[in-house]
């Protein structure tokens, strides 16, 4: 079983930077793909960034490509999202999750775990 708890999300201004945090508990996390995924208001969710459980391979969305960044600190069980240069668009709810999946994992549900979510609001 593992759990995870997102934060550092908040309100910024376009062009500003956020980093989001996933604090995963349990046993093996060090073993899972981990990911993010967004979900704007009236719209579905949707794949943000994916990292292996090594932390050698990552990919992400287009959307996001070249702005965001998804890193892992295994020895704090922590994930990270660095995000730049924010637009408008970027503002949704934000959630970790955890795959067993071994590899690139872009689809929701091959994600096992989630977390609850952090808000995440860019103004223009």
């Known amino acids: 079983q593992v759990q995870l708890v997102e934060s550092g999300g908040g309100l910024v201004q376009a062009g500003g930077s956020l980093r989001l945090s996933c604090a995963a508990s349990g046993r093996a996390f060090g073993s899972y793909t981990m990911g993010w995924f967004r979900q704007a208001p009236g719209k579905e969710r949707e794949f943000v960034a994916t990292?292996?459980?090594?932390?050698?391979?990552?990919y992400y969305a287009d959307s996001v490509k070249g702005r965001f960044t998804i890193s892992r600190d295994k020895a704090k069980n922590t994930t990270y999202l660095q995000m730049n240069s924010l637009k408008p668009e970027d503002t949704a709810v934000y959630y970790c999750?955890?795959?067993?999946?071994?590899?690139?994992?872009?689809?929701?549900?091959?994600?096992?775990?989630w977390g609850p979510g952090t808000q995440v609001t860019v103004s223009s």
């Open positions: 999750a955890a795959s067993r999946t071994i590899g690139v994992v872009t689809t929701a549900s091959r994600y096992n775990y």
């Open positions: 990292i292996n459980w090594s932390g050698a391979s990552t």
